[in-house]
């Protein structure tokens, strides 16, 4: 079989209706139409969104500016020169952050971003570490852990 021998199958292409040719074709005079009404006319029909003359559900809703995404990943960012409160050769995990006061929630996910420097080795714990950032800490002696 080849490219010009393939067909659609039987009934699943039907010929166009060709309305508005004579009475006796079946769809002539009003061509389907009906005799009356917004959906007869030439133009006629709702705009996309109209609801009959009850007030749309567009303009029910607020005026928000924006939407939130259900799947962004949201994170607190410590840059690296904030960790050098830690003193050195400590592990830093994101309870510590918290009571350190660099972010506000434990169960959102940490980011360490590469501003700054840092003189002291620390083990640090996050769930993303940028590659300056982790340069950064792994020059001063530290490691990086990311968590899942």
Request: hydrophobic share 30%.
């Amino acid at each position: 079989m080849e490219q010009q021998d393939l067909k659609p199958g039987n009934g699943a292409k039907r010929p166009r209706r060709r309305v508005g040719r004579g009475d006796s074709s079946g769809h002539g005079s009003y061509s389907g139409r009906g005799m009356k009404g917004q959906n007869s006319r030439s133009g006629g029909g709702v705009r996309p969104g109209f609801e009959g003359g009850q007030l749309p559900i567009i303009k029910r809703l607020p005026h928000l500016r924006g939407f939130t995404s259900r799947t962004d990943n949201e994170f607190s960012v410590v840059n690296v020169d904030r960790l050098a409160r830690f003193p050195a050769n400590s592990r830093v995990t994101v309870g510590d952050l918290v009571q350190a006061g660099l972010i506000r929630d434990a169960r959102t996910r940490v980011k360490i971003l590469g501003r700054g420097t840092l003189e002291a080795p620390l083990s640090v714990e996050a769930h993303r570490v940028t590659p300056s950032a982790r340069e950064k800490i792994e020059k001063a002696g530290g490691t990086v852990v990311e968590i899942a």
